[in-house]
T-cell receptor, first 109, second 115 residues
């Protein structure tokens, strides 16, 4: 069974700092990876997708994929209080997404 | 309105009752999914559908039934609700299959409480 692991506990970062989130996956054949943001009481919303090894930047967000080591990371630069949320890592295989349990980020003003 | 909508937003039901959660999308996406989200477990796939009249089990299908007679609708039925099915249920849809970079778009969720 595919597994996506997000093992870090809640992450507190000062406003303006970089938040770094990591995710590992078990299926070496997985090709597509996603980061979702979920505010408390709301549904997940897609913020980044990555398919190729290396970095992908979108505004203040950078996703990094390392297929050899089977990990995906998300960097949030210049963190803002509005970034306080739970971030879900997901991999896509067999026409469905498998999600990690998420990491809570708290940005402290 | 365009998008994906779930109803009801909140539901309280009694153990043993049948409950149906509705999901409707206006994009004509082929793929639709039902997830449940629980503390400590994250999002777990219940059922998914690749097209009308094509459904398949996910990770936690027991106690649930789905149907998809029309592309835009994907209802989820709890045949005989149990307290362990108390959860937040999310419906999602996706345009494409395979290994593409299309993520899912989620509905607003249904918070179900079984008493």
């Amino acid at each position: 069974q595919k597994e996506v692991e997000q093992n870090s506990g809640p992450l507190s970062v000062p406003e303006g700092a970089i938040a770094s989130l990591n995710c590992t996956y078990s299926d070496r054949g997985s090709q597509s990876f996603f980061w979702y943001r979920q505010y408390s009481g709301k549904s997940p919303e897609l913020i980044m997708s990555i398919y190729s090894n290396g970095d992908k930047e979108d505004g203040r967000f950078t996703a990094q994929l390392n297929k050899a080591s089977q990990y995906v990371s998300l960097l949030i630069r210049d963190s803002q209080p509005s970034d306080s949320a739970t971030y879900l890592c997901a991999e896509r295989g067999n026409n469905r997404l498998a999600f990690g349990k998420g990491n809570q980020v708290v940005v402290i003003p | 309105d365009a998008g994906i909508t779930q109803s009801p937003r909140y539901k309280i039901t009694e153990t043993g009752r049948q409950v149906t959660l509705m999901c409707h999308q206006t994009w004509s996406h082929s793929y639709m999914f039902w997830y449940r989200q629980d503390l400590g477990h994250g999002l777990r796939l219940i059922y998914y559908s690749a097209a009308a009249d094509i459904t398949d089990k996910g990770e936690v299908p027991d106690g649930y039934v789905v149907s998809r007679s029309k592309t835009e609708n994907f209802p989820l039925t709890l045949e005989s609700a149990t307290r362990s099915q108390t959860s937040v249920y999310f419906c999602a849809s996706s345009e494409s299959s395979g290994q593409g970079q299309d993520g899912y778009t989620f509905g607003s969720g249904t918070r179900l409480t079984v008493v």
